[in-house]
């Protein structure tokens, strides 16, 4: 089996792969690991996958998928994962602000010290205020919903058991969101390196500032299926219980209230002429509705066998 297993999405990085391969290959060498270096190519637009090609001649321990067109970070991690094979999985990023100097270190925290996962932490950046302002605020938003105390959950560098990888699921920005997942899956030993960050040396950045919006959203949606995903009838079925006797309560007052004017010869009026009653119709209207909700999602679980599938059009074994 091997030591180790290098996960590296790409997009449009034909300048820096020779470089990173090449400082990979000399970390691994030094350090006599055995290793493989699995590059998924997220459809990039210049001369990456041809880079690649060519350097795969040059380094029989790289491998490539490369996609049809681009999917993002998340499904290349995806199908990375999916290809690894070794003792412990790496991933970073392919514009050399991730330093290859950090693998020995983070494969001894997984080997000798039995973390689950590592996870990098830039505590020095050279990136922008543009950046480093929203991400401070993304990663204070992250550990308050999900309980997991890292200082910078974005860092691309990070190491983990096979086992750990095995059970992720990644769509849409879910890559921020690893390590919530691997501790809602049972691996709760997780730490954090401080590593050193590079400056970017070529081409410029991926990602722009709607990437934190996108984040957010994705940290409420994976936030709720992890809690409620396997059970939605608890969420909307305790919603609609407690919505439909709500109405219903509201309405037998107001008919209970009428009945007894009418008996002490008071003035009343039409439980129909009351607003309220028109409130309490339409919560026992959404009641059903969010009760019938649960109960389709509880089939749709129950039947449901979906796979994440992404378009690949070309391999390197």
Known sequence: MLQISIVVPLYNEAESLPELCSWIDRVMQENQ???EMIFVNDGS???????????????????????????????ALHEGFQKASGQVVITMDADLQDSPDEIPELYRM????????????????FDPLTKTIPTKL????????????????????????????????????????????????????????????QARKYGVTKFGLERFLYGFL?????????????????????LGILSF????????????????????????????????????????ILGVQLFVAGFLGELLITNSDK????????EIA
């Not at 921020?176 to 501790?183: F, H, L, M, T």
């Not at 994705?218 to 305790?238: A, E, N, W, Y």
């Not at 037998?252 to 409130?279: E, M, Q, S």
């Open 307 to 314: 796979t994440t599938q992404y378009q690949i059009k070309e």
């Open 110 to 125: 997984i080997t000798s010290d039995g973390y689950d996962l590592v996870s990098g932490w830039k505590q020095k950046r």
């Open 45 to 75: 637009k210049d001369d990456s996958w041809q880079v690649l090609q060519n350097l795969s001649k040059q380094y029989t321990t790289i491998k490539g998928i490369s996609f049809a067109r681009n999917y993002g970070k998340s499904a």
């Open 245 to 284: 006797f709500s109405g219903t309560l509201i309405t037998l007052w107001l008919i209970g209230v009428k009945l007894y004017n009418i008996a002490n010869n008071f003035k009343y009026r039409n439980v129909t002429d009351n607003p309220l009653f028109f409130l309490a119709l339409v919560a026992i």
């Open 138 to 197: 993304y990663n204070a938003a992250t550990r308050a919903l999900s309980g997991v105390y890292l200082n910078d959950f974005n860092c691309g560098l990070k190491a983990y058991k096979l086992e750990v990888v095995k059970t992720i699921k990644l769509y849409g920005e879910m890559h921020r969101y690893i390590p919530v997942q691997a501790k809602w899956n049972g691996f709760t030993k997780i730490g954090e390196k401080v590593v050193q960050h």
């Open 33 to 35: 690991f055995s290793y």
């Open 218 to 238: 994705d940290l409420l949606s994976i936030t709720f299926v992890q809690t409620f995903g396997k059970r939605p009838m608890h969420l909307f079925g305790s």
